[in-house]
C-alpha cells in the first residue's frame, strides 16, 4: 500500500489559498489557469482513448514549423483554444500549431502561449507526451492585440508549466515563488496538489540528449558528454547514465522529479537555425519551471530567460537541469 497523498487540495483550492510571494493570485490569472488545467483534463481523456477513437496518425497537414501535424496536435490546439475563450482576462493567445496569435479579449492582463501536444511523434507508439503553456503580462493591458505584445524575455512570465500525459497526468506549475505539481484524479477530473516544493539536486549522474547527433555537436557540447561518458575513469570521477525520450516534457518531468540535464543543442544539420525547440512556448516555459526548482537553463552563452524574442516561433539551443552541470557547460562555452 502506498501512503495516502499528505495534501487534500485540488488546484481550485490550491490557487484560491495560495500566496505568491505573499500576494493572492489574481483572479483573472485564477480563472485563466484553471481553465488551461480543465481543457488539459479533456485532452488526457482523448489521448488515452488513441486508437479506439481514430485520433493516431498524422492529419495530412504541416504547421508552421514545417512538421506533419498529428490528428491529436489540431485536436490539442482546439480544445486550448476553445477551453480559454471565457477567460475575462486574456488578450490573446499563440500556440506552436499557427502561425499568428489569436484574439481572444483584445484587451486585457495576460497573454497565453502554447505547445498544445509536445512530442506527438511519440503518440503513434505510445509514448508519454504533454503540453506546455506560458502566461504573460501584457504591457499595456488596454491597447489593442499585437504580435510584438508576446515578444518579451521569459523574465516576464508570470506562470509557466506542462501537463504529462504519462502512466499518471502529472502539471506541474511555477507562479514564480517555487514549483508544485499535481495529478489528475480521473474519476473526479480534478487535478490533486502532490509536491508543493519541487527542487533540483545541483549536482547528477544522469544525462538526456540525441545521441545520434554527436557528430554535429558544436565542440563544448561533445566535451561535456564525452566527459560523461567516460565516467569514473575520466574527468568526472563518476559514471553517468543517460535517458532520451525524445519527449521533451516527459524528460524535463524526470529532470524535475529526480535532478539530471536535458541537452538540445544548436548542431551543424542546420547550422543557420539557433536550435530545435522554440524559444517562446517550450524554452522559456521550462527554463522558468527549473530556475524556480534551483536549477538552471542556458543556450551556452546566456541564460535563455534573458533572451528577447525577435519572432514568436524562434528557436534556441537548449542545456536545462542541475545547475552545477549547467555552470560547467556554460563554462566550456565560454573557452570555445
Ligand atoms: P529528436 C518533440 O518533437 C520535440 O520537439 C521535443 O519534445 C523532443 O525533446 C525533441 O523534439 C526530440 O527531437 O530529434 O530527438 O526526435
Redesign the pocket.
Known amino acids: 500500500m502506498t501512503a495516502a497523498n499528505q495534501f487534500n487540495l485540488n488546484f481550485k483550492q490550491y490557487l484560491q489559498t495560495s500566496r505568491v510571494k505573499g500576494v493572492a493570485i489574481p483572479a483573472g490569472l485564477q480563472e485563466l489557469l484553471l481553465a488551461v488545467a480543465d481543457t488539459c483534463s479533456t485532452l488526457s481523456h482523448e489521448v488515452a482513448q488513441g486508437a479506439l477513437i481514430g485520433l493516431l496518425g498524422s492529419a495530412g497537414s504541416g504547421n508552421v514549423q514545417g512538421e506533419v501535424q498529428q490528428k491529436l496536435d489540431i485536436i490539442a490546439n482546439d480544445l486550448l483554444i476553445e477551453g480559454v475563450q471565457g477567460c475575462k482576462s486574456l488578450a490573446g493567445l499563440a500556440s506552436e500549431e499557427m502561425e499568428l496569435p489569436v484574439e481572444v479579449h483584445g484587451t486585457g492582463d495576460y497573454l497565453l502561449l502554447f505547445d498544445p501536444l509536445?512530442?506527438?511523434?511519440n503518440i503513434d507508439v505510445n509514448v508519454s507526451i504533454g503540453t506546455i503553456f506560458s502566461i504573460l503580462k501584457k504591457q499595456d493591458p488596454s491597447t489593442p492585440l499585437q504580435t510584438s505584445d508576446f515578444l518579451l524575455s521569459g523574465r516576464h512570465q508570470v506562470a509557466a508549466g506542462y501537463v504529462v500525459y504519462g502512466p499518471q497526468t502529472t502539471m506541474a506549475l511555477t507562479l514564480g515563488d517555487g514549483v508544485v505539481m499535481f495529478t489528475l484524479n480521473k474519476v473526479t477530473g480534478d487535478f490533486v496538489l502532490i509536491k508543493d516544493s519541487v527542487e533540483i539536486a545541483h549536482s547528477t549522474k544522469e544525462f538526456a540528449i540525441?545521441m545520434s547527433?554527436m557528430r554535429h555537436w558544436a565542440e563544448p557540447v561533445r566535451r561535456y558528454v564525452e566527459e560523461c561518458l567516460a565516467g569514473a575513469s575520466g574527468e568526472r570521477d563518476k559514471d553517468f547514465n543517460m535517458r532520451?525520450i525524445?519527449?521533451?516534457?516527459a524528460?524535463v518531468h524526470r529532470v524535475l522529479s529526480r535532478g539530471g540535464i536535458f541537452m538540445?543543442p544548436w548542431d551543424q544539420r542546420e547550422p543557420h537555425k539557433p536550435g530545435?525547440?522554440r524559444l517562446m512556448y517550450?524554452a522559456n516555459p521550462m527554463s522558468f519551471l527549473v530556475e524556480q526548482a534551483g536549477g538552471a537553463s542556458t543556450n551556452g552563452e546566456h541564460l535563455i530567460m534573458d533572451l528577447v524574442p525577435t519572432d514568436l516561433h524562434e528557436r534556441v539551443s537548449v542545456m536545462l537541469g542541475s545547475k552545477e552541470e549547467i555552470e560547467r557547460l556554460q563554462h566550456y562555452h565560454s573557452q570555445a
Open positions: 509536445d512530442g506527438s511523434s540525441n547527433n532520451w525524445a519527449s521533451m516534457v524528460d538540445y530545435k525547440l517550450e
